[in-house]
């Protein structure tokens, strides 16, 4: 269900999260709706060779979890996504169990703008991605 949150009813330490075990099926989706077909994606013989031994799902598709929890929970409907900054700390395997949170750090009055702090864990806690938005609240 996507959540309606009122700018005015935002507040600093607000979170929000969703889980979602990354599949298969999910990896290769995402390489044929971006066009990534890097190997260390979608190669399990290639990705033998490199540095993480198996396949690894894409960074921006572990990212995009974030904008799921922003467009549907936190600030929810209506949310217009300005700026997101990233870092890629771990690799996301097949069959990882990721969490993307955010939480809100700041209110811009006046602009219905808000800087939440954004994280992906996966499930044994350890953060694969770390960074920041802005978002506008309509």
Avoid at 30 to 40: E, I, K, W
Avoid at 60 to 77: D, Y
């Amino acid at each position: 269900m996507v959540q309606d949150v009122k700018f005015e009813d935002i507040k600093i330490g607000d979170k929000a999260s969703m889980s979602k075990t990354v599949t298969e099926y999910d990896v290769y989706t995402f390489a044929g709706l971006t066009g990534d077909f890097n190997p260390v994606h979608v190669n399990t013989e290639f990705a033998k060779t490199t540095m993480f031994k198996e396949r690894i799902a894409h960074g921006m598709l572990s990212a995009g979890f974030i904008s799921a929890v922003l467009g549907t929970a936190l600030p929810g409907m209506n949310t217009i996504y300005l700026a997101q900054e990233l870092v890629f700390k771990a690799p996301v395997k097949i069959g990882d169990t990721v969490t993307a949170t955010v939480e809100v750090l700041e209110k811009i009055e006046g602009k219905n703008r808000v800087i939440l702090k954004t994280t992906v864990t996966n499930q044994d806690g350890v953060v694969v991605v770390d960074g920041k938005a802005t978002v506008m609240k309509k």
